[in-house]
């Protein structure tokens, strides 16, 4: 059983309006010019497909799309969006499920943070792994990642704060530097004045980190960017956009 939280029915009914602001044309055209041009008209694979915030709009640019998605709660969302004959999900841990025409996608993509929703190395091994077994030769795997922003801690506290949003949202990261695990804290205003939490666990994995796990997948890294808009990755940036390919042979 994977050690990812899972979404329950009430996760899944406030999903989409929890990330409105990171599902606008101005956020998601970026990214979504960026997987359409890695899958070169061939077969894509999102691990961890959700309501279908990426999966919907690549099928309707004409993608051959498929989804391994850990929660059954968010499946059903998703598919208020799009019948399965359109969109075929399979409701599984991305670290060792198999979707149809394993070995034949052009691309396979975990956005999101979500990699480290996997909270043991060897889970997050397993699905680079998963990965590549799904991967056509030449094929791509690509993620996308946030930095931890360790330097933000107070001394001896451990609590670093994320984002302030316009909105009031509010959210702090606490960590165990030990284990690499993580806790991000949120707070929601609510209409009625009341502040909503929610919480989530994570472990966190460093781009070097990845490139090994990538390494023991039989991966090459291509290309890292600091953002969608293929910015240059540095010390400074908060997170990063990471491809490893395929080798041919």
């Given amino acids: 059983m994977t050690s990812s939280d899972l979404y329950d029915e009430t996760d899944a009914q406030r999903y989409d309006e929890d990330n409105v602001s990171v599902s606008t044309p101005e956020v998601l055209n970026p990214m979504l010019d960026v997987l359409a041009e890695l899958a070169h008209a061939g077969k894509v694979l999102e691990f961890a497909s959700g309501t279908g915030r990426i999966t919907v709009p690549l099928v309707n640019r004409g993608l051959d799309v498929a989804g391994i998605e850990l929660s059954p709660h968010m499946t059903a969302k998703l598919r208020e969006?799009?019948?399965?004959?359109?969109?075929?999900?399979?409701?599984?841990?991305?670290?060792?499920?198999?979707?149809?025409?394993?070995?034949?996608?052009?691309?396979?993509?975990l956005v999101f943070n979500t990699i480290s929703n996997l909270r043991t190395q060897a889970e997050q091994v397993a699905c680079f792994r998963n990965a590549a077994r799904h991967l056509r030769p030449g094929g791509r795997f690509l993620i996308e990642l946030w930095v931890p922003q360790l330097q933000r801690m107070a001394p001896d506290l451990h609590l670093a704060p994320v984002q302030f949003e316009t909105n009031g949202h509010l959210v702090f990261d606490t960590y165990d530097l030990a284990s690499q695990e993580c806790m991000s804290h949120h707070y929601r205003p609510q209409p009625d004045g009341s502040v909503r939490y929610g919480s989530g666990r994570f472990r966190y994995l460093w781009a070097p980190e990845c490139d090994l796990m990538a390494q023991l997948a039989g991966l090459e890294l291509e290309s890292r960017w600091a953002d969608w808009s293929r910015s240059p990755f540095t010390s400074a940036s908060p997170s990063h956009v990471s491809i490893w390919r395929k080798p041919e042979h």
């Fill in 81 to 109: 969006k799009m019948p399965p004959g359109r969109l075929p999900v399979v409701v599984g841990d991305m670290a060792t499920a198999t979707a149809p025409d394993v070995g034949n996608y052009s691309l396979v993509f």
